[in-house]
Nanobody, 121 residues
Framework: QVQLVESGGGLVQPGGSLRLSCAAS????????MGWYRQAPGKERELVAD???????NYADSVKGRFTISRDNAKNTVYLQMNSLKPEDTAVYYC???????????????WGKGTLVTVSS
């Protein structure tokens, strides 16, 4: 069974920084795209950033220039470095990955359970 586990969330003041991690584990053959989504109270879940297996990145306009997504393929881990945080960034952040499980010939999509980020003074 494949699992994605997020960590690194917490309370931070406006202008502060936080780094989220998401580690994939289980019967994984390889990982294609990985990304971070977030959902604020009363709002729809939205894409924050994603990264391909080759390292190409994509960011939501609201976080461009402040957030950086990266990955460590040897550790099956994706990171989200968040700088210059704003109250509007407050949300539950979810990890997402498209991957091949061992012995399966098609890509599967998995979600983590989320980690809460609260930006407040």
């Amino acid at each position: 069974q494949v699992q994605l586990v997020e960590s690194g969330g917490g309370l931070v003041q406006p202008g502060g920084s936080l780094r989220l991690s998401c580690a994939a584990s289980g019967s994984i053959f390889s990982i294609n795209d990985m990304g971070w989504y977030r959902q604020a109270p009363g709002k729809e879940r939205e894409l924050v950033a994603d990264i391909t297996s080759g390292g190409s990145t994509n960011y939501a306009d609201s976080v461009k220039g402040r957030f950086t997504i990266s990955r460590d393929n040897a550790k099956n881990t994706v990171y989200l470095q968040m700088n210059s945080l704003k109250p509007e960034d407050t949300a539950v952040y979810y990890c997402n990955a498209f991957l091949w499980t061992t012995g399966l010939d098609r890509v599967m999509n998995y979600w983590g359970k989320g980690t809460l980020v609260t930006v407040s003074s």
